[in-house]
């Protein structure tokens, strides 16, 4: 397992999987473990997968200042691990929470990134968030599904700050509620540092006027992805997403939730794929 020193001291740990051109990935949560990625959906068959373990998860040291946890806090330690690989620039994928981070990371380096990949993104970097509305909206797709009738009322009763977070509502996060996205929820919690997750997105963390603006100097191919089943963000909020770039394709993978590699791997792969084997001065294909 690689390792990296920070530039406050803190030592990073980093996984690879696969072969072939490096993928730098960036796990969201935020601040969970990078091993719930497991190989995305297939995806290490194709690319060599670097993936971080963020400061105080996973294999990573926790930091001796906890501020540091601070989304925009990390922006460096994204800079230093992309020069610890020798990439003189990189393809970054980016999941949840993880995007926010890719997207101050691009707009402070925008010369290291050669494609920027956004996977079901929190685009709070850029000043938009999912509502409770729009969480509400995307649970009522699944309205036939065995469950709605018991995770509804809790999920909006959770929304509106009334009650605790139930497991009962874990099915809305997934396209298929199957073993398989059981098991990935099962793990969430210890693969989480929910103590540091309360710093993530502490205030100071963004300021979209500023991420914005200096976003116009990423000339780079962004592919953002979204599921159509998902609440955070929906495809209409990724769609915003989208336009905050200069050169920036929407994917809505049909069925799918907020981790869509496990809903439908073999669409998720060949998507993904489309975008990373693209030759860079291609034009952007049309919205799907």
Do not use: K
């Amino acid at each position: 397992m690689p390792n990296l020193t920070a530039p406050d001291g803190t030592r990073l740990a980093y996984h690879l999987r696969g072969a072939g051109e490096p993928l730098a990935v960036l796990p969201g949560g935020p601040l969970r473990a990078s091993a719930y990625l497991g190989d995305l959906g297939g995806l290490a068959a194709h690319r060599r997968l670097a993936l971080l373990d963020l400061r105080g998860t996973g294999d990573s040291a926790r930091p001796a200042d906890p501020a540091t946890y601070r989304c925009d806090r990390m922006v460096e330690d994204v800079e230093v691990w992309r020069a610890h690989m020798g990439l003189e620039h990189m393809d970054l994928l980016a999941h949840s929470a993880g995007a926010a981070l890719a997207m101050l990371y691009a707009a402070r380096h925008p010369q290291r990134i050669r494609r920027l990949l956004l996977i079901t993104p929190n685009p709070s970097a850029l000043g938009l968030r999912a509502t409770p509305e729009d969480r509400l909206a995307a649970a009522r797709l699944r309205a036939d599904e065995p469950w709605f009738a018991q995770a509804y009322p809790a999920f909006r009763a959770w929304l509106a700050g009334d009650a605790d977070f139930d497991d009962a509502f874990l099915p809305f996060f997934h396209g298929r509620w199957d073993d398989a996205a059981r098991a990935h929820s099962d793990a969430e919690l210890e693969q989480t540092n929910e103590e540091a997750a309360e710093h993530y997105f502490a205030d100071g963390a963004f300021t979209p006027d500023a991420t914005r603006t200096a976003l116009a100097a990423l000339t780079a191919p962004v592919l953002v992805h979204a599921g159509e089943l998902d609440g955070g963000p929906r495809p209409a909020l990724a769609r915003r997403a989208a336009e905050a770039f200069v050169r920036a394709e929407l994917a809505v993978q049909p069925g799918a939730g907020h981790y869509p590699w496990l809903d439908d791997p073999e669409w998720f792969v060949q998507r993904t794929l489309a975008f990373l084997d693209r030759p860079l001065g291609a034009a952007l294909p049309s919205a799907e």
